[in-house]
C-alpha cells in the first residue's frame, strides 16, 4: 500500500508543478486543548471561534477537492476532543483527500481505531525530549503528559495499517537543544520521523496561534548560545544524512538556525521573498473561515464550507487578499509551510521527500508501552548517562537505536 493514492499523488503533481492548486491544508478543528503547552497559545488565539459542524465539514471537504487538495492536517487544539474526529476523517477520505491527524497523546485506542477504519494512516505527536519530567514542564506542567504520548504511539504502532506514516513534532527551544537528537533515535528505532520547529514568540495584545507569549527569558536563546544553536543543527544534519529519520531539508534547517539567531529567512528567495499562500497552503479556523497560515486571517471572510468556495478560490479574489499580508510578513518557520515551498521549489528536498515516502519508507515497529519507555531510556542512557529505566535493551534494539 502506498502512502498516497494515484488520485492524491496526481494532485500533488499538479500543485508542486504549478503551484495554482494546495497541496496541503491545516484545519484548525477546535482551539480546545487539555493542555497549556510553553510554545502555544492556540487556545487563546482561537478561543471565539465557533466550531463547525460535522455537516458543514463534509461540505467544506467537497469544496477542497474541487480545488485539488491533496492532503489536510486535522489539528488544534487538541483534535482527539472532539467526539467525532473519525467522522471528520472521513468527510476528507471520501473525496479523496490525505489526512494527517495530530494529537498530544489525548487519543484513545477506540478512537484511533474508528479514524483508521475511517482511512486515516497519517498522525503526528508533539514530543520535545526522552525526559518525562521536560515534557512534562514543556506541556504546561501537566504530570503524566510525556507517559500519555508514549501509550498512544504504542497504539498507533499496533493498529496502524502497513503503509501508516507517524511523526513526532518536536520544538525546538532553549530548554531540549540537545534533547532533539534523543527524539530523532527514538524516532527512527520505532518507525518515525521527525519535523523541528523553532519557538515562535508573540504578545498578548496580539496573540498568535502557534507563537508563546510565556518569558523570552525561558523559550529564546540569548546570543551567547547562538554558536550552540548552529552547532546543534549541524548535528542533526549528518544524523539525517546518516540515515536516521529527521524529515527536515538542509535548506530548512539552516532557517532554524538563521530564525533563532534573528537573521532574514532564505527559504522564500525563489518566490520574490514571500510564502506560498494560498497557492500551495491555507489554514481554516474552527468556524470554517480561510486563513492565510496560522497566523493571519485575511481582511474579508470566506467560508470554506460555502457552495461559492470553489469559485471565490478560482476568480483571484482569495488571493490578492491573501497577498496583501504575504508580501508585509518577515516570515515564519512553522514547519509545514515552509517545507512544502521549498519541496516544490528546490530539486535536492523534492527528491529527498520522494525518497522518504516512496523508496525508503520508515515502517512502524510494534512495540508495547513498556518496550518503547526502555528504548527512549536506553538512547538517554547512552548519551547522557542519566537513568531512566532499570531495564536492559536487547543487543538487537541497542543497535537499531544508535
Not at 488544534?76 to 494527517?100: M, Q, S, Y
Not at 497523546?105 to 486515516?120: D, F, I, K, P, S
Not at 519535523?195 to 536563546?221: I, L, M, W, Y
Amino acid at each position: 500500500m502506498d502512502y498516497f493514492s494515484l488520485q492524491q499523488k496526481i494532485a500533488l503533481a499538479r500543485s508542486l508543478i504549478t503551484k495554482t492548486s494546495p497541496a496541503y491544508v491545516q484545519f484548525y478543528i477546535t482551539a480546545r486543548c487539555n493542555l497549556a503547552c510553553e510554545q502555544c497559545n492556540i487556545i487563546y488565539a482561537d478561543a471565539n471561534a465557533q466550531e463547525m459542524t460535522i455537516d458543514q465539514i463534509r461540505l467544506m471537504a467537497e469544496n477542497l477537492a474541487a480545488i485539488g487538495v491533496c492532503v489536510i492536517l486535522l489539528i488544534g487544539g487538541e483534535p482527539f476532543v472532539r467526539k467525532d474526529l473519525p467522522e471528520i476523517v472521513k468527510a476528507f477520505t471520501e473525496n479523496g483527500i490525505h489526512v494527517r491527524m495530530q494529537t498530544n497523546g489525548l487519543a484513545t485506542r477506540q478512537a484511533l481505531e474508528e479514524c483508521v477504519r475511517n482511512g486515516a494512516h497519517d498522525i503526528s505527536i508533539s514530543l520535545d525530549s526522552l525526559r518525562p519530567e521536560l515534557q512534562d514542564t514543556i506541556n504546561g506542567g501537566f504530570r503524566k503528559s510525556w507517559e500519555r504520548a508514549i501509550n498512544s504511539v504504542s497504539v498507533i504502532n499496533d493498529i496502524f495499517p502497513e503503509n501508516g506514516t507517524a511523526f513526532f513534532n518536536n520544538v525546538l527551544m532553549p530548554r531540549n537543544l540537545h534533547d532533539i537528537q534523543d527524539v530523532i533515535r527514538f524516532a527512527t528505532a520505532i518507525g518515525w520521523g521527525v519535523s523541528v520547529v523553532p519557538v515562535h514568540v508573540s504578545t498578548p495584545d496580539k496573540p498568535r496561534g502557534f507563537q508563546t507569549f510565556d518569558d523570552e527569558a525561558v523559550v529564546t536563546f540569548p546570543k551567547e548560545r547562538y554558536a550552540e544553536v548552529k552547532k546543534a543543527v549541524e548535528h542533526l544534519k549528518s544524523l539525517r544524512r546518516s540515515g536516521l529519520n529527521l524529515y527536515d531539508s538542509d535548506e530548512y534547517l539552516d532557517d532554524v538556525y538563521r530564525f533563532v539567531a534573528k537573521e532574514p529567512l532564505q527559504w522564500r528567495r525563489r518566490n520574490n521573498n514571500v510564502c506560498d499562500s494560498p497557492n500551495l497552503y491555507f489554514a481554516i479556523a474552527p468556524n470554517g473561515n480561510l486563513k492565510v497560515c496560522c497566523d493571519y486571517e485575511p481582511n474579508g471572510r470566506y467560508p470554506v464550507h460555502d457552495p461559492e468556495f470553489p469559485n471565490w478560490y478560482r476568480d483571484g479574489r482569495i488571493h490578492e487578499d491573501a497577498y496583501s499580508f504575504t508580501r508585509s510578513c518577515s516570515g515564519c518557520m512553522y514547519g509545514s509551510y515552509p517545507e512544502i515551498t521549498i519541496s516544490a521549489r528546490y530539486m535536492k528536498a523534492m527528491i529527498e521527500r520522494f525518497h522518504y515516502f516512496n523508496v525508503r519508507p520508515p515502517v512502524l515497529q510494534k512495540y508495547d508501552a513498556q518496550q518503547l519507555r526502555e528504548i527512549a531510556a536506553q538512547i538517554l542512557w547512552d548519551r547522557t548517562g542519566e537513568h531512566l529505566d532499570p531495564a536492559v535493551l536487547p543487543e538487537r534494539l541497542i543497535k537499531r537505536a544508535s
